[in-house]
């Protein structure tokens, strides 16, 4: 009899129960077609502040800015036929966990049963108001963000500043050298990309950049922007004294995460996003699970057991299409069905004629180690230790043997990694890979995934006995 109560409450929510997802990009869409997909055929409301169908984020910085593709041209596939009330162009501004309503900028109040926070991050805008009007200064988020630099870099402007060498802002050095465009980066810390793969990946890929014709400025900042008199950006003032001329200047300066509208709903949220257990239930300010409010893509902060529960928000495609799928099964389903979402983050980057891919937490990690292929022909893969096991791994124009680090990570296996079947680097010493210092993090538990779905993980403890 209790079995047979519990399916009646399941299909009841399942016919009756109103949900309303916030956010409408990846994560939000994928969640949608998962909730249509597992039975759930009541109210669905999809709330987003953009005027544009759900759309693909990483061509943006590639293949837009080439001209290969045109930014309204990269709507998201969909998977599946979605009955929803679409909300588009129009903020979400509060939550009222009291009667369950979500407060739009237009006055309308939406009601839910379960909600489901996917509205990810926005460009940090350049810090100066005034300078950001200029016309010539640009940041890259969204697809009329790609549509208006397009256009600049079209227009063959005599000098672009690129302000940040992370991911993006390396793709679009790349991509202006691609279109014999004369590109200054301008970096405050040591190299490219030294915030996600370390200083020793930072040398490689500083030395690629300035192979391909690259101005880049390392332990410089840029501190102010100065226009002409018809407002169009003209020079741009550096750190250390000296002065660009430039016609385009493009702030690539990280992102900030969407969670002001949440403000007095008291949830845990905040700038580094919205925390939530690893089936993406929310917590409350307290750190109470709630059990009608989700989380998922790069707003979602999750403890992840391979690097010592630590809270991580990951900025990745994968964690955003897996993550919603997981979120909304979750949704619709009793605790004994409930899964975790515990991806292994990946990321994949295409800069200088060089496809870099990557698996695993490289900031977790004090030391790197060249495990395969050649540094001076920009095709190897190296591999990220902490503690005695590996929890990262990175590879130049060698991503076939990605799969195989991802395999070692989720096993928690050994650091230095064993040597692989063939076409070992020389040398196989592990080096400090000067990342740089948050803060020391906690030991970890000797935790392995299993499973083969992503959507389908979990973690088990793995006894070793102690070296003495």
């Given at each position: 009899?209790?079995?047979?109560?519990?399916?009646?409450v399941?299909?009841e929510?399942k016919t009756?129960?109103r949900?309303v997802?916030v956010?409408a990009?990846?994560?939000?869409?994928?969640?949608a077609?998962?909730?249509?997909?597992?039975g759930f055929n009541g109210?669905?409301t999809?709330i987003?502040d953009?005027?544009?169908?759900?759309y693909d984020?990483?061509?943006l910085s590639?293949?837009?800015l080439?001209?290969?593709?045109r930014?309204?041209h990269?709507?998201?596939?969909?998977?599946?036929k979605?009955d929803?009330?679409?909300?588009?162009g129009v903020a979400?501004?509060?939550?009222?966990?009291?009667t369950?309503q979500?407060?739009?900028?237009?006055g309308?109040?939406?009601p839910?049963?379960r909600l489901?926070?996917?509205?990810?991050?926005?460009s940090?805008p350049?810090?100066?108001?005034?300078?950001?009007a200029l016309e010539?200064v640009f940041t890259l988020?969204?697809a009329d963000?790609a549509g208006?630099?397009?256009?600049?870099l079209?227009?063959?402007?005599?000098?672009?500043?690129i302000v940040?060498?992370?991911f993006?802002?390396?793709?679009?050095?790349?991509v202006?050298?691609e279109l014999?465009?004369?590109?200054?980066v301008?970096e405050?810390a040591?190299?490219?990309?030294v915030?996600?793969l370390?200083?020793?990946?930072?040398?490689i890929a500083a030395e690629m950049?300035?192979?391909h014709g690259?101005?880049?400025?390392?332990?410089v900042s840029?501190?102010a922007l100065?226009?002409?008199?018809q407002g169009h950006?003209?020079?741009?003032?550096?750190?250390d004294g000296s002065?660009l001329?430039v016609?385009?200047?493009?702030?690539?300066l990280g992102s900030i995460r969407?969670?002001?509208w949440?403000?007095?709903?008291?949830?845990?949220?905040?700038?580094?996003?919205?925390?939530?257990?690893a089936?993406?239930r929310?917590f409350?300010i307290?750190?109470?699970?709630?059990?009608?409010?989700?989380?998922?893509?790069?707003?979602a902060r999750a403890p992840?057991?391979?690097?010592g529960?630590?809270f991580?928000?990951?900025?990745h495609?994968?964690?955003?299409?897996?993550?919603?799928?997981?979120?909304?099964h979750?949704?619709?389903?009793?605790?004994?069905?409930?899964?975790p979402h515990?991806p292994l983050?990946?990321f994949?980057?295409?800069?200088?004629?060089?496809?870099?891919?990557?698996?695993g937490?490289?900031?977790?990690?004090d030391?790197?180690?060249?495990?395969q292929g050649?540094?001076?022909?920009r095709?190897?893969?190296?591999?990220?230790?902490?503690?005695?096991r590996i929890?990262?791994?990175v590879t130049?124009?060698?991503?076939?043997w990605?799969?195989y680090?991802?395999?070692l990570i989720?096993?928690?296996?050994p650091?230095p990694?064993?040597p692989p079947?063939?076409?070992?680097?020389?040398?196989?010493?592990?080096?400090?890979?000067?990342?740089?210092?948050?803060?020391?993090?906690?030991?970890n538990p000797d935790?392995?995934l299993t499973?083969?779905d992503?959507t389908?993980?979990g973690?088990?403890y793995?006894?070793r006995?102690k070296k003495r």
């Amino acid at each position: 009899m209790k079995a047979e109560l519990v399916a009646e409450v399941v299909t009841e929510f399942k016919t009756n129960g109103r949900i309303v997802i916030v956010g409408a990009s990846l994560a939000g869409l994928r969640a949608a077609e998962t909730l249509r997909d597992e039975g759930f055929n009541g109210p669905l409301t999809i709330i987003g502040d953009e005027k544009q169908e759900p759309y693909d984020r990483p061509p943006l910085s590639k293949q837009v800015l080439k001209g290969l593709a045109r930014a309204d041209h990269t709507l998201l596939p969909r998977m599946r036929k979605v009955d929803a009330d679409w909300r588009l162009g129009v903020a979400a501004t509060g939550l009222d966990r009291g009667t369950k309503q979500v407060r739009l900028a237009n006055g309308d109040q939406v009601p839910f049963d379960r909600l489901l926070i996917a509205t990810g991050t926005r460009s940090r805008p350049w810090f100066n108001s005034k300078e950001a009007a200029l016309e010539g200064v640009f940041t890259l988020r969204t697809a009329d963000d790609a549509g208006r630099l397009r256009a600049a870099l079209a227009a063959e402007p005599g000098r672009v500043l690129i302000v940040g060498a992370g991911f993006i802002g390396s793709e679009m050095a790349s991509v202006c050298r691609e279109l014999g465009l004369a590109v200054t980066v301008a970096e405050r810390a040591e190299g490219p990309l030294v915030g996600a793969l370390g200083g020793v990946i930072g040398d490689i890929a500083a030395e690629m950049q300035r192979d391909h014709g690259v101005d880049l400025r390392t332990g410089v900042s840029v501190e102010a922007l100065e226009g002409d008199a018809q407002g169009h950006v003209r020079r741009a003032r550096l750190s250390d004294g000296s002065t660009l001329d430039v016609d385009v200047v493009v702030a690539s300066l990280g992102s900030i995460r969407n969670t002001e509208w949440l403000e007095g709903a008291g949830l845990a949220t905040g700038r580094w996003g919205v925390a939530c257990d690893a089936g993406c239930r929310v917590f409350d300010i307290n750190g109470v699970v709630t059990d009608s409010i989700f989380v998922a893509g790069d707003i979602a902060r999750a403890p992840h057991v391979l690097y010592g529960y630590q809270f991580l928000v990951q900025e990745h495609w994968d964690n955003a299409d897996i993550g919603g799928r997981v979120a909304a099964h979750n949704m619709v389903s009793l605790e004994p069905q409930r899964r975790p979402h515990l991806p292994l983050p990946a990321f994949w980057s295409g800069q200088f004629g060089v496809n870099i891919k990557g698996v695993g937490v490289g900031p977790f990690a004090d030391e790197i180690v060249i495990t395969q292929g050649s540094v001076k022909d920009r095709r190897f893969a190296a591999a990220y230790g902490h503690q005695g096991r590996i929890v990262a791994a990175v590879t130049f124009n060698h991503g076939k043997w990605l799969e195989y680090y991802g395999a070692l990570i989720e096993r928690s296996a050994p650091f230095p990694p064993p040597p692989p079947g063939y076409d070992q680097a020389n040398g196989m010493e592990p080096i400090p890979a000067r990342f740089p210092k948050p803060g020391v993090p906690t030991g970890n538990p000797d935790v392995v995934l299993t499973g083969h779905d992503p959507t389908e993980r979990g973690a088990e403890y793995e006894y070793r006995p102690k070296k003495r």
